[in-house]
């Protein structure tokens, strides 16, 4: 817990751990309340947001074909079966520079499967919004597939809802891996109409995300925007919270034809990814 960067402007405050480049806490002043789950950064994603990279969720496996190649992927404490979220949130990030208001953090990424990469992650509060960035550049001679993302863990109680336009949605399956994907979709977990929802588990992607979501909670209203069809939305009986997490990739695109949404980057390319929480 050492390091702690404490950061707010007029309408927000929030807690930046360099330990998984991490936000434990996000809250409005305005509304006294918080926007994200307050986490204690006592274990790996005990917080209020963490960064996804060089991958977002599982890969069917722990592996995949690149270039008529298998890729076998790391392990790691989080997670017995998976690369799960990769490894970002699990890093030690170096602090670049702060202000009173924002950060960049920094980090060194290399695994023997080909991920070599160097990652700036910028948090800034700018009016009552919260603008994430994640910023990949590859290092590696080979070319190597990254994608990436932000978990965020909104408060959500039974009076809030949320509400996001979508086409269609993968159903989970064993190992939290998607089955295959659907139109339909059921009611609890629907919410192309404003809701609640079900105080049960969920834990699903959707397609043909419009890019926005819209969380009410009393008299807050918070719009999460970001430039992606892929969202994954993930809640546990019991807890109030609803994570809404933009991704540049569905669940194990690796796998699914076209690999969509992926990148495959030579030496020197990148990938950017942002993410921007309105607060009114």
């Known amino acids: ?30 509304h006294q309340q ?3 789950r307050e986490g204690q950064g006592k274990q790996p994603g005990d917080c209020g947001l963490f960064p996804m990279l060089p991958l977002a969720n599982r890969v069917a496996g ?35 520079n702060a202000t009173q208001s924002g950060c960049l953090l920094r980090l060194r990424g ?17 009016a009552s919004s919260l603008h994430a960035s994640l910023t990949l550049t590859h290092s590696g001679e080979q070319p190597m597939l990254y994608g990436c993302g932000f978990h965020p863990f909104f408060a959500f109680d039974a009076r809030s809802t949320a509400q996001f336009s979508v086409s269609g949605y993968w159903p989970e399956g064993e190992q939290h891996l998607p089955l295959p994907w659907q139109h339909d979709i059921p009611p609890a977990a629907d919410f192309t109409r404003a809701q609640y929802g079900e105080d049960a588990w969920l834990n699903v992607g959707y397609s043909g995300w419009g890019g926005q979501a819209v969380i009410q909670r009393d008299v807050m209203k918070l ?11 993930f809640r546990m009986s019991g807890e109030e919270f609803l994570c809404l997490e933009p991704q540049t990739h569905p669940v194990n695109a690796h796998h699914m034809p076209g690999q969509p949404g992926l990148r495959l980057l030579a030496q020197g390319e990148q990938c950017h990814f942002a993410l921007q929480i309105r607060v009114e």
């Open 1 to 30: 817990m050492d390091n702690l960067l404490m950061l707010q402007n007029a309408h927000l405050r929030m807690c930046v751990d360099p330990q998984g480049g991490s936000l434990l806490s996000l809250v409005s002043l305005q």
């Open 223 to 233: 719009t999460i925007l970001a430039q992606t069809p892929w969202l994954m939305l």
């Open 62 to 96: 722990n592996r995949f074909l690149l270039r008529g190649e298998e890729v076998v992927l790391p392990q790691h404490e989080a997670d017995d079966k998976f690369f799960l979220h990769g490894d970002g949130w699990l890093r030690r990030w170096e602090v670049v």
């Open 110 to 126: 290399w695994h023997p499967c080909g991920y070599d990469y160097t990652a700036q992650l910028c948090y800034q509060l700018e």
């Open 34 to 36: 918080p926007v994200l």
